[in-house]
Each structure stands twice: as C-alpha cells, then as structure tokens.
C-alpha cells in the first residue's frame, strides 16, 4: 500500500471538474431548468427560516470537514492511477455504489427508522414533500454516517480486488452517488415523453414516498433493488399524486 497523493488530487479534480460540466449540460435543457427554478421557489420560504438555514448549514459543514478528513488521511490510500481493462472501471463502479447502497439500505431500516436515532433521522423527515435543499436538510450526525458508509465503500472494493481502486472510477461513483442524493429530493413532475424525464420522476417518486411519513419503505438511496429484494419496496408517489 502506498500513499498515492497525486490519485487522490485526480481524483477530486475529475470529480469537481465532472460535476461542473455535468450540472451546465443538464440545466441547458428547458425542462430541467425549470425543474431547478420550480424547486428555487419550494425552497425559499424554507430558507427563509433561520432554524431551517442554520440546520443546512451544519450539515453542510459535517459533509465537508468528514470528505476533507478522508480525502487527506484515508482517500490516497485506496486509489491508484493504475490503469485497467475497460471493463473493470465499470465492475468498480457498480461495485461501490452496490456495496454502499447495501449498507445504506440497512443502516436506515434500522438504525435511523428503529430506536437507535430515530430521532435524529427525524429532522430530515419534516420534510413531507421535499425540494431541493431537503437534502442538505439532514441532521450533521446522520450525514456524518452516511457519508462514512459511502467512503467505507472505496477500501471494501479495494480490498476484495487486492489493489487500489482506479482514481476515475472512484470518482465516477462519487459522483453517481452525490448528484442522486439530490436529485432524489427534487420536487418534480416532468412531461413523460422520453425515458430520462421518466427515470427522473422514478427517481425522485420513490424517495418521495419514503418521505410521506416515518412508517414507509424505500430505504435504499441509489436504487430500489434492496427494497424490492427484502420487500420494503412501494410505488413512486409525485407532483400530481402527493
Ligand atoms: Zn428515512
Ligand atoms: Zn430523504
């Protein structure tokens, strides 16, 4: 094992620099853009409430200090610039964000729904028809663990491929795994005329459903397999619906 600092800097460059042309590329669409200007006026008047900003801001300070501690202590030791077949950037992938949404899935079934911190996952279940900056509305302890089952994701596949995971490849799925749990609180209801618009009200249907109130399923947050797997799965609800 070494300390690949330049593959952690690699890393974080292609998540930053994907995000930015990702987000520029999506907004240039006149229906996404006036999803994101529809959730701007959702979120004002919740904004517009000092405990509602001074909690986003917490959280929002938890997830950077938690990403800032990993990226310089644990991040270099796990990726690599190691070049593979192409193919192996998918399996890693596919891996990282299974491997997560597995242990998230868990994780929120009993932990934050059972009697351990409920409580504490209540906060961010205030929000029973969430908008965008739902998702930065998360009390910073419950952000804190999930953003640590995520990264915790990186040294499993690591270690079950006995090398560093591709810097690329990591940063892909962090990116995969970022945007979704955002868009996943985007209050929505787009024309259904192409696949992506109805992958997106999908997306955004299932955790909406889970946000009805604290008795409903759809644990997982990157897809609904774990749900339908271990039967917790129920039926999107959206803008027309709710
Ligand atoms: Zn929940
Ligand atoms: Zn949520």
Redesign the pocket.
């Known amino acids: 094992m070494t300390y690949d600092w330049l593959a952690a800097l690699a890393f974080v460059a292609t998540l930053v620099s994907l995000t930015i042309v990702i987000k520029k590329l999506v907004f240039r669409n006149a229906d996404f853009a006036d999803m994101l200007a529809q959730n701007k006026v959702a979120d004002k008047p919740k904004m517009a409430k000092d405990s509602f900003r001074a909690a986003v801001k917490v959280n929002d300070k938890s997830g950077m200090y938690t990403n800032l501690a990993y990226f310089v202590i644990f991040l270099p030791w796990v990726v690599s610039l190691e070049a593979r077949p192409i193919w192996l950037y998918f399996v890693e992938i596919v891996a990282i964000l299974a491997i997560f949404d597995f242990m998230y899935y868990w994780t ?1 079934r009993s932990i ?2 059972g009697n351990l911190m409920r409580r504490i ?1 209540a906060l ?2 205030q929000a029973r028809k969430p908008s965008r900056m739902d998702a930065h509305y998360v009390h910073p302890f419950e952000t804190f663990i999930g953003l640590c089952l995520f990264l915790f994701s990186l040294p499993i596949v690591s270690a079950i491929e006995g090398a560093p995971v591709n810097a690329f490849s990591a940063a892909i799925a962090t990116l995969v795994f970022t945007q979704l749990n955002t868009l996943n609180h985007v209050w929505t209801k787009l024309p259904a005329t192409n696949p992506l618009y109805r992958t997106v009200d999908y997306i955004t249907g299932v955790h909406h459903a ?1 946000h009805v109130d ?1 008795t409903h399923g759809n ?1 997982a947050t990157l897809t609904m397999f774990y749900d339908k797997i271990f039967g917790t799965f129920e039926d999107p609800v959206n803008r027309e619906t709710a």
């Open positions: 929120h934050f729904h996952h961010h279940h889970h604290m644990y």
